[in-house]
């Protein structure tokens, strides 16, 4: 448990959600992107010694993800007109005895709502055949929800079936507390990174624009420990590019800019970066390295003809 970082302002949702899977109570946590939702999650697995598969399983909800995928269903075997029953990952965790993790519940389709409908209610499922399975006594349930979605359709249906915690954004001395905890030789750097990020979120709050969150900060700090040069304005710069201004579509240059203004480059090198830079490329026996990314070359033996 030693890459989390427990602050204050999250104790009381912890202690919620512990009485709540102590009670086998579903829970639903709710809060805006990247507040810590999953992390406080998988901190309180990592209580529970449940933070690994097929103790603690996690499924990212989307529109590719129906009631079948969670299910199971039958699948083409090896013999001719034969098929095999091949259970989903909700099935395996019912019968396992899993803490299940439902990610971005309000990306959900009806369709998998209504699929767990029985699950929430009755702890059980009916499957395919017609044969009910009743879940383990330790099988527990968690979703998460943005409470900033625009997405507040079918998902809503179910909201009542669910015991609901609400997580607040972290706070700038919360996530000051992270970093510094977690990258302690990135410190000196600390304050003008969440400034700029501070800069870039109260930039990009349309709603066909991607969102900036603290987990793309939490990235940025990872890439630049990794270079070990927290004072190399141009490593820094080019880090920011790629973690604040690559999903950026209109005024990308202005956007730019104003990453190279606040680590202290000057316009004219800002531009050359921006439109004339070309990474180096150097390819070696082992390694192919393009700019700051460096690929291990693997040589497989050709087959014996």
């Not at 990247?34 to 933070?51: D, M, P, V």
């Not at 001719?80 to 990306?107: H, N, Q, R, V, Y």
């Amino acid at each position: 448990m030693n890459r989390f970082k427990l602050i204050e302002s999250r104790c009381t949702q912890i202690h919620l959600i512990h009485c709540a899977l102590k009670e086998a109570l579903p829970v639903l946590v709710r809060g805006p992107i990247g507040c810590g939702k999953t992390a406080l999650i998988q901190y309180i697995a990592c209580q529970l010694n449940r933070n690994s598969y097929p103790h603690f399983v996690v499924i990212q909800l989307g529109e590719h993800i129906d009631g079948k995928s969670l299910i199971g269903s039958y699948q083409c075997s090896d013999l001719p007109g034969k098929f095999d029953w091949e259970p989903g990952p909700l099935t395996k965790a019912m019968k396992l005895g899993s803490l299940i993790l439902l990610e971005d519940l309000d990306c959900a389709s009806t369709d998998l709502l209504s699929t767990l409908a029985p699950v929430l209610k009755e702890k059980s499922l009916y499957m395919p055949d017609g044969q009910l399975l009743r879940a383990n006594e330790d099988f527990r349930i968690i979703a998460t929800i943005r409470s900033d979605s625009s997405y507040t359709g079918h998902s809503a249906l179910l909201s009542k079936d669910w015991f609901t915690v609400d997580i607040n954004s972290l706070t700038t001395g919360d996530m000051k507390d992270i970093l510094n905890s977690t990258f302690p030789s990135l410190e000196t750097i600390t304050d003008c990174m969440l400034d700029i990020y501070q800069l870039m979120t109260n930039n990009r709050k349309s709603a066909n624009v991607r969102q900036i969150s603290f987990r793309d900060l939490i990235k940025l700090f990872r890439r630049i420990e990794t270079w070990g040069s927290p004072n190399d304005p141009v490593l820094i710069f080019h880090e920011l590019v790629d973690c604040f201004a690559a999903y950026v579509r209109d005024n990308r240059s202005e956007v730019i800019e104003i990453l190279g203004v606040n680590v202290n480059l000057n316009k004219d090198k800002v531009d050359y970066f921006d439109s004339m830079y070309k990474p180096s490329l150097e390819v070696k026996s082992n390694q192919l390295t393009i700019g700051r990314s460096t690929l291990n070359i693997t040589k497989r033996d050709r087959p014996q003809k």
